[in-house]
C-alpha cells in the first residue's frame, strides 16, 4: 500500500525560504511519478510541480517557475520541494501525490496517492 507523509511546512515571513519533504513507504518509489499541489480553503487543489520517476524531468505551473524546485532523492524514499522568496500568496495546505502512469502531470485526476498535507504559512 502506497502511503505518502509530507512535512516542512511552518509559519514563514514573505521572503523566506522553505523545503517541504514528502516521504513514501509501501512501493518501488523510483517507479512512480510524483507532484505537488496546494489548496486553500473553498479553492481547488492546484498544481505546483510534477517530477518523473528517475527525476530527470521536472513540469512546473507558473506560480512556481523560477522561485519552486521539485527533486526527490529515490534512495530516501523522498521529494522534495525548495520554496524561496515564498509570499503571502504562498499560504496554502501542500500536498504531495504519486502514481506510476501520469500522462497529464497536473491533473489531480491522474494521481491515486495522496499525502494528508503540510500547512504552509507565509506572513506579510
Known amino acids: 500500500q502506497v502511503q505518502l507523509a509530507e512535512s516542512g511546512g511552518g509559519l514563514v515571513q514573505a521572503g523566506d525560504s522553505l523545503r517541504l519533504s514528502c516521504v513514501g513507504s509501501?512501493?518501488?518509489?523510483?517507479?512512480?511519478?510524483m507532484a505537488w499541489f496546494r489548496q486553500t480553503p473553498g479553492k481547488e487543489r492546484d498544481f505546483v510541480a510534477a517530477i518523473s520517476g528517475s527525476g530527470d524531468s521536472t513540469y512546473y505551473a507558473g506560480l512556481a517557475k523560477g522561485r519552486f524546485t521539485i527533486s526527490r532523492d529515490n534512495a530516501k524514499n523522498t521529494l522534495f520541494l525548495e520554496m524561496n522568496n515564498v509570499k503571502p500568496e504562498d499560504t496554502a495546505v501542500y500536498y504531495c501525490a504519486a502514481d506510476r502512469e501520469v500522462p497529464t502531470y497536473y491533473e489531480i485526476y491522474e494521481y491515486d496517492y495522496w499525502g494528508q498535507g503540510t500547512q504552509v504559512t507565509v506572513s506579510s
Open positions: 509501501g512501493h518501488i518509489f523510483g517507479a512512480y511519478q
